[in-house]
């Protein structure tokens, strides 16, 4: 019966479709012999948006294990160049100070718009152990503060699964959820 409940709950998702999560993805190189796990924010229009969360990780080969590190970030469309030269990300985990390593930057001009991705490579502890079990999960980029919606929490804890079982197929993504 459990099971039959788990596989109702997972079609509902499947049909419904919540596109406000991110995709979780995860892609095999042969050439490589290493799995790429990622998320893909969602796209947004308009010239300014809530960061999205960005989460990278890889394991070796097919069989999943843990990374020993991944990369934990943002990406925001802008007018304008923002974040070009102060770029600082700080972070509250149910309210406590998270210890992140100095932050990265790249960026990208598109028409009309500018792609900015703050991003730091932290232990995969830092997201299993800490960020994927919190409640509330919180960011401070330069003077801009934000909070993850409950949709990115629970990326979090779906990025944390691919890792831990073969939950999402390769090349695809797990449920666009």
Not at 14 to 35: M, N, V
Not at 81 to 89: A, M, P, T, V
């Given at each position: 019966m459990?099971?039959?409940v788990?596989?109702?709950?997972?079609?509902?998702?499947?049909?419904?479709?919540?596109?406000?999560?991110?995709?979780?993805?995860?892609?095999?190189?042969?050439?490589?012999?290493?799995?790429?796990?990622?998320?893909n924010p969602k796209k947004e229009t308009g010239s300014w948006i809530q960061p999205g969360l960005i989460l990278i990780g890889y394991y070796e080969g097919r069989t999943p294990s843990k990374p020993a590190k991944c990369i934990l970030g943002c990406v925001l469309r802008v007018p304008n160049?923002?974040?070009?030269?102060?770029?600082?990300?700080s972070c509250l985990a149910d309210g406590k100070p998270v210890s992140l390593p100095p932050s990265e930057h790249k960026g990208s001009v598109g028409k009309s718009y500018i792609v900015e991705r703050i991003y730091v490579s932290v232990p995969f502890s830092v997201i299993e152990q800490h960020l994927s079990k919190c409640e509330k999960v919180e960011f401070?980029?330069?003077n801009q503060e934000f909070a993850l919606s409950n949709y990115d929490?629970?990326?979090l804890k779906f990025f944390v699964e691919a890792f831990a079982e073969k939950k999402y197929r390769e090349k695809g993504s797990g449920p666009t959820h």
């Open positions: 459990k099971e039959i788990s596989l109702f709950i997972l079609l509902l998702i499947l049909i419904t479709g919540a596109s406000s999560y991110a995709e979780i993805e995860i892609k095999y190189d042969r050439f490589q012999d290493r799995t790429t796990v990622w998320t160049w923002i974040y070009l030269k102060c770029y600082h990300l401070k980029l330069w929490i629970e990326d």
